[in-house]
């Protein structure tokens, strides 16, 4: 990489300026430099990743140096003066001197010389005074001093803290800063043999890996520079996945005697991509049934079947089918429905930093009505006795437990103890066949999963 900071100012300006979705810049910038030092790549990755998740702080402590407001900078000073802002309040060994004359050289660059004095004195400015930012009074503004403090939006503070009280929102903001870990489902049916094998080779590349308390096949790798290029990966061995998904599926009780014993099993996901759910079914199935994998657009349809393509299941069909759409084919025919719907994302927030910048009180109104939506239809795909999974990857009651209880009252389902589905760690948490996971008190991303059974 020549020049890093210029690399991180254009992809910066790609999501903050022209809404791309940070977690496909990053992929897509480190995957063209797979071949530069990993030195770069890091710094890269971090001083990204970091700028949109402490954007709130930064713009606060910016706008009180600067003479003119962050918002109405233009937009790559704007941007520049982020990324170096962060760089002088997280990145310790980062000489302040060099982070300043770097931002200075790089607006000079850009075009824009004559701001160069604005430039270097608002970040000289910061550099000496930030051991004692001025942050929000705890006492006085305490929703806004947790904002600030955890560059998170007021309202879904507030909504928190409505909904878990003041002592949980912050654990799960705390929770939200630590490095989200990259987790991993193993095929099943490797034998012990192969999955030592891959262990090794893992760790011979420099690889971390920690078996997940909560699932035997679950692994937790550090130190990945690209998940493409680990042993294993393009043989299809492992998925991306993160536990929480896995239990959504361990929830649907393929494994056990939940469901009915002969006969072929029909599992449908109804907004499956990029996969890591159809296939996890699919593997729990085997030759006992088959996943029908839909999602809405080619786009997505595509997705799947490179996923299914790269790990090899044999039992699965790709669909491009709208869920809001009945299929009267599909009518009473599942033996599952698993709706993983779209949703917040305010349980993965670790993972895709710009989310909480993205989400409004309005959208996340405008996706329980697309839920609900979903739900009118897909439940009659269930077969009388079949199970439906609900889940979603948020931390908002209104799509989560309201949701599940507005299931319930309007259509021919019984809730389910997950508890016979759920490793021992997790079997005292559910709360009338629902359980929702938080990061910080539970080794997974913040999740919802429900199950129900359709009456006969």
Not at 250 to 272: F, T
Not at 428 to 440: A, H, N, R, S, Y
Request: net charge neutral.
């Amino acid at each position: 990489m020549d020049n890093t900071r210029e690399l991180i100012l254009d992809m910066l300006m790609e999501i903050l300026e022209k809404g791309a979705y940070s977690h496909l810049v990053i992929r897509d910038v480190l995957d063209k430099y797979n071949y530069s030092d990993s030195r770069d790549k890091a710094f890269v990755k971090r001083v990204t990743e970091g700028t949109l998740e402490r954007l709130i702080q930064i713009d606060y402590c910016l706008d009180y140096y600067s003479s003119i407001s962050v918002l109405k900078m233009k937009p790559l000073i704007r941007t520049l003066m982020r990324m170096s802002a962060y760089q002088l309040l997280f990145m310790d060994k980062i000489p302040d001197r060099a982070v300043c004359n770097e931002a200075v050289k790089l607006a000079g660059k850009r075009g824009f010389r004559g701001l160069s004095g604005f430039v270097n004195g608002v970040l000289r400015t910061l550099a000496r005074n930030k051991e004692s930012l001025p942050y929000p009074d705890r006492e006085k503004e305490p929703v806004k001093y947790l904002s600030v403090k955890y560059s998170m939006p007021e309202f879904i503070i507030e909504l928190w803290i409505k909904a878990y009280g003041e002592e949980k929102t912050r654990m799960l903001l705390e929770a939200l800063l630590q490095e989200s870990p990259l987790r991993v489902r193993l095929k099943e049916n490797l034998t012990r043999e192969e999955q030592r094998d891959w262990i090794h080779a893992l760790e011979k590349t420099g690889v971390r890996v920690k078996e997940h308390p909560y699932l035997p096949y679950a692994f937790t790798l550090g130190n990945v520079e690209n998940v493409r290029s680990l042993p294993g990966y393009g043989e299809g061995f492992f998925v991306v996945q993160d536990v929480s998904s896995m239990l959504a599926v361990e929830a649907a009780g393929i494994s056990g005697e939940s469901l009915r014993e002969e006969g072929r099993i029909l599992a449908v996901d109804v907004c499956a991509a990029p996969g890591g759910k159809s296939m996890h079914l699919a593997e729990k199935l085997g030759e006992r049934g088959k996943v029908i994998s839909r999602d809405v657009s080619e786009y997505k349809a595509a997705l799947l079947r490179d996923n299914i393509e790269r790990t090899g299941y044999k039992n699965m069909e790709v669909q491009v089918h709208d869920a809001c759409v009945l299929d009267e084919s599909l009518v009473e025919k599942a033996d599952v429905v698993l709706a993983d719907l779209p949703c917040s994302g305010l349980g993965v927030l670790g993972k895709k930093k710009d989310i909480r910048y993205r989400i409004t009180k309005e959208a996340m109104e405008e996706l329980t009505e697309l839920q609900r939506r979903i739900l009118d239809v897909v439940w009659r795909y269930v077969k009388p006795g079949g199970v439906l999974i609900y889940s979603t990857c948020t931390l908002n009651p209104d799509e989560n437990h309201k949701m599940a209880e507005w299931f319930l009252d309007n259509h021919p389902f019984t809730p389910q103890r997950l508890a016979p589905h759920l490793p021992e760690e997790l079997k005292g948490e559910e709360d009338k066949g629902m359980l929702q996971l938080f990061p910080g008190s539970h080794e997974t991303d913040g999740f919802f999963i429900a199950r129900f059974k359709r009456n006969r």
